[in-house]
């Protein structure tokens, strides 16, 4: 389960890296491309998200199926999932302070994804102690790890259905995820995304403001 949750990490963090991968210097222009980028890349860890779920949800049920865990290799399972626990916990602390400084969906998403990797590296160290006690509480682990998988798939398949839904924003299409005809509205504030939001779109609606003022006075003055 761990080599899984470190795939779907690794892959959650290289949309991350795309949505804030700057090759160059950091201007106007490429502040609104990396912006426009927000929204997409949201979007695909929500559907990762779904994804994690349903392979937690399946390695759950055979873990169930399975029964009784083998006593042989319990003090190597706590190591690994004490180790997992520490680095799956400092990766969501940083993800979540860094979405909530930059204000992005898509890097608090990722850190929701690490967050489920530490709450079952935690389930699986609590419970490899308690099983090397008491063999019978071995379902612990388990259940907790359906709990996750239902909830990275029901935050997961929410989060698509207000893209398409609500925003109105073509998700299956490739053209939307290539050209990103359309942003929402940002999921941490609800506020609209658009040509406004961007740094360029806000200094053409202030310059466009002006004018416009200026346009009247003009017209006043002639009046007068």
């Not at 106007?28 to 860890?45: D, F, G, N, P």
């Not at 319990?74 to 626990?85: K, Q, T």
């Not at 709450?119 to 709990?147: H, M, R, Y």
């Not at 995304?193 to 003022?213: I, R």
Request: with cysteine; net charge negative.
């Amino acid at each position: 389960m761990f080599g899984l949750e470190n795939c779907v990490d690794f892959f959650s963090s290289a949309v991350v890296l795309w949505r804030f991968f700057a090759p160059t210097k950091v201007n106007q222009e490429l502040e609104e491309k990396l912006h426009r980028r927000e929204k997409r890349a949201s979007v695909a860890i929500s559907f990762i998200l779904v994804l994690l779920g349903m392979s937690i949800l399946s390695t759950a049920i055979s873990d169930f199926a399975r029964g009784e865990e083998d006593p042989d290799g319990l003090r190597l399972v706590v190591a690994i999932s004490f180790f997992s626990f520490i680095v799956f916990g400092i990766l969501a602390t940083l993800k979540f302070r860094y979405a909530k400084a930059l204000q992005s969906a898509s890097l608090n998403k990722d850190g929701i994804c690490s967050l489920i990797g530490t709450v079952l590296a935690g389930a699986l160290f609590v419970n490899t102690l308690i099983i090397e006690q008491k063999g019978s509480w071995w379902w612990l682990d388990p259940t907790v790890a359906l709990l996750c998988g239902f909830g990275a798939i029901a935050i997961g398949i929410h989060a698509v259905h207000m893209a398409r839904y609500s925003d109105d924003l073509p998700v299956f299409t490739m053209t939307w995820w290539f050209l990103s005809q359309g942003d929402g509205t940002d999921e941490l504030s609800g506020r609209p995304l658009g040509p406004e939001d961007y740094p360029q779109g806000k200094a053409s609606n202030m310059e466009m403001s002006k004018t416009h003022e200026g346009g009247d006075d003009n017209e006043s003055a002639e009046i007068i």
